[in-house]
């Protein structure tokens, strides 16, 4: 990801976080309002989803995964020294939990889909904590001296 930061021309990360932007967008929309719609107030599953529950879950990992790589390209692509840089992680954080919660109302199975959510999301996070300390370890290791 360094090499993208520095690699790249300003217009290009503009575009890039444009991007990311309308992909973050899309697949939030995507889990308040899913293809079909949902179970109108007069029926029993009031507020779940009308479409089969196979398809459900094809739904909910293809976009949960576009969700959170798109997070996590707009997290890379801003300066990490920035104020802005801590702000955005807030600001994600909270859209992630609110992706969550908004899956979680509309699955047949919420409990179940709502644990699955937090744990990818967890999963993503242990992942970026292993790839930095990787990084960190190997910038920083030294060579033991020779002895004369």
């Known amino acids: 990801m360094r090499r993208l930061r520095t690699n790249t021309s300003d217009e290009a990360h503009g575009v890039f976080l444009i991007i990311c932007t309308l992909i973050i967008t899309a697949t939030y929309q995507t889990a308040v309002q899913p293809p079909g719609g949902v179970h109108q107030p007069e029926d029993d599953n009031a507020g779940s989803v009308v479409m089969k529950q196979t398809f459900f879950i094809l739904l909910w990992i293809s976009n949960t995964i576009g969700f959170c790589c ?15 840089a801590n702000w955005f992680f807030w600001i994600g954080t909270s859209l992630c939990i609110s992706y969550a919660l908004a899956m979680a109302v509309i699955s047949p199975h919420p409990l179940v889909l709502l644990s699955a959510t937090f744990a ?4 993503i996070g242990l992942y970026i904590l292993f790839e930095a300390f990787v990084q960190h370890w190997r910038k ?8 004369d």
């Open 70 to 84: 798109a997070i996590l390209y707009t997290f890379c692509l801003i300066p990490l020294g920035s104020l802005f």
């Open 120 to 123: 990818f999301f967890l999963l």
């Open 140 to 147: 920083h290791r030294s060579v033991a001296p020779e002895p």
